[in-house]
């Protein structure tokens, strides 16, 4: 059963559930801004709906950072209650590749900050404007 599926009346039911469907969130939102907006497309048809769409991703990258955070969190805890081992495709040791990821979890929580920023500066400059 899909995570995505597996929930109460198709809910997300999980955690990668949820990613995934951000995800596929991500891409509808690529598909339908392949085109300039243009008088006619509903949601999509001028300035100001670059302007609220702008203001989703603004909430969207200010709630990416505790996802890493708390990812983070969770594979340190997860390594204190039991014995980390990794497979053969590397050599190094379970609690340096668990210190990588963290590691990785935390940049990428920094830079969602500063993308966050970039959206939100991207935002308020098209406030000023209209057609």
Do not use: F, K
């Not at 204190?80 to 053969?88: Q, S, V």
């Not at 970039?118 to 935002?123: K, L, V």
């Amino acid at each position: 059963m899909s995570p995505v599926a597996g929930g109460v009346n198709g809910q997300v039911s999980t955690p990668a559930g949820a990613a995934e469907g951000a995800a596929e969130a991500l891409r509808t939102l690529n598909h339908l801004t392949l085109a300039a907006p243009s008088p006619g497309v509903p949601g999509w048809e001028d300035v100001g709906d670059i302007y609220r769409v702008l203001g989703e991703l603004r909430v969207l990258t200010d709630r990416l950072p505790q996802a890493c955070d708390q990812l983070a969190a969770g594979l340190q805890r997860l390594g204190d209650r039991a014995d980390w081992y990794t497979d053969d495709g590397t050599n190094e040791h379970p609690d340096a590749v668990v210190a990588d990821a963290v590691e990785g979890l935390q940049v990428a929580g920094c830079i969602a900050d500063d993308i966050g920023r970039s959206i939100q500066q991207a935002h308020c400059s098209i406030a000023h404007l209209y057609q």
